[in-house]
């Protein structure tokens, strides 16, 4: 349990895929991203794009060393609605918002990923978060989430 929760502590920006965060109030539909990446521990190849992510990835699971951009997706959700998402294989992901921004900008959010129980935590706005999901498609790839939400709360 330490290293899933170190990886909710984790906020990383995914290089390149960033784009301003225009800020709203609590009940404005927050925008959800979702990342679908496939880690092996074949070869060495990693997506330019997931540079920051595989490196954070790595220092707990090093033997992961290529790191593959499935598919990304976005979705609009007011609090309290929910929406599953493809992953990989047939699976799917759900998110709920489970509250937009509060005092401290953060929002909160619940998800449950393939062979993995819901995890809740709370986020900041414009930063991805990686979950490094005990699921394996059949070549043997890790399922890893990235998922990012906004807008926030301006100050």
């Known amino acids: 349990m330490p290293r899933l929760a170190l990886l909710i502590a984790m906020s990383l920006s995914v290089a390149g895929m960033l784009d301003a965060c225009p800020c709203h109030g609590e009940k404005d539909p927050i925008k959800i991203t979702l990342v679908v990446i496939l880690a092996s521990e074949e070869g060495n190849s990693i997506d330019p794009r997931l540079k920051a992510i595989a490196e ?6 090093p033997n992961l060393k290529t790191f593959k951009l499935k598919h990304m997706e976005n979705k609009s959700l007011k609090p309290g609605e929910k ?11 759900d998110l709920v918002i489970k509250h937009g921004a509060d005092k401290e900008n953060r929002v909160g959010l619940a998800v449950t990923a393939p062979a993995m129980g819901e995890i809740e935590y709370q986020t900041v706005c414009g930063k991805f978060l990686p979950i490094v999901t005990r699921f394996q498609t059949k070549s043997k790839e890790r399922l890893i989430l990235a998922i990012r939400v906004q807008p926030c709360r301006g100050d």
């Open 83 to 93: 929406v599953s998402l493809p992953a990989v294989e047939k699976k799917m992901v």
């Open 56 to 61: 954070e990835v790595r220092k707990l699971h």
